[in-house]
């Protein structure tokens, strides 16, 4: 389990996080907004993403929460710029990174619904690929990820290096 656990760890945080910020910072405001042909914003979008983490997040602590509502309808829109954006991101998967650190250190073996932690990678990584190729197409932009190392050989690299997973919680 503590491969899984590595392996999620690393995609989630040294994988989609880059590309994520990397793709944003490129947008004006007003890009991030746009709601072409009744679809969602780019920043709307984002935001998705967040909420979703941040759910997962709070079941690590508590993994009886309920919440009133689904996100699949959850795209706000808050013209806001792309640096404050950023700085969502950046909060919501740090926030993140250390839930699932104390979850996965515990020694009272706090339990992670490996279905929900599957969920939240694929999720992540499939609106990650909604927002960079609609940033490439409206920047006409070419990001090359994978020349510039977020590849999936310095991923897997990363991985088997890393001996454990108490260094994600800042020991």
Not at 149 to 168: F, V
Request: net charge negative.
């Amino acid at each position: 389990m503590q491969l899984v656990f590595k392996i999620t760890y690393h995609r989630m945080y040294d994988h989609y996080l880059p590309k994520l910020l990397q793709t944003i910072q490129v947008l004006h405001t007003e890009e991030l907004w746009e709601q072409e042909k009744g679809m969602n914003s780019i920043g709307g979008i984002v935001l998705h993403i967040c909420e979703h983490i941040k759910r997962n997040t709070a079941r690590y602590a508590n993994p009886d929460i309920k919440f009133e509502e689904g996100i699949e309808e959850y795209f706000p829109h808050l013209d806001i710029s792309s640096n404050p954006l950023c700085s969502i991101i950046e909060e919501t998967f740090a926030n993140w990174k250390r839930a699932f650190a104390k979850a996965v250190n515990s020694k009272n073996k706090i339990e992670i619904d490996i279905h929900s932690l599957f969920h939240l990678v694929e999720h992540t990584g499939y609106h990650l690929g909604q927002v960079v190729d609609r940033v490439k197409r409206i920047r006409g932009t070419k990001f090359d990820f994978c020349q510039k190392g977020l590849n999936e050989r310095n991923l897997k690299d990363m991985i088997e290096n890393d001996s454990d997973l108490s260094r994600i919680n800042g020991q």
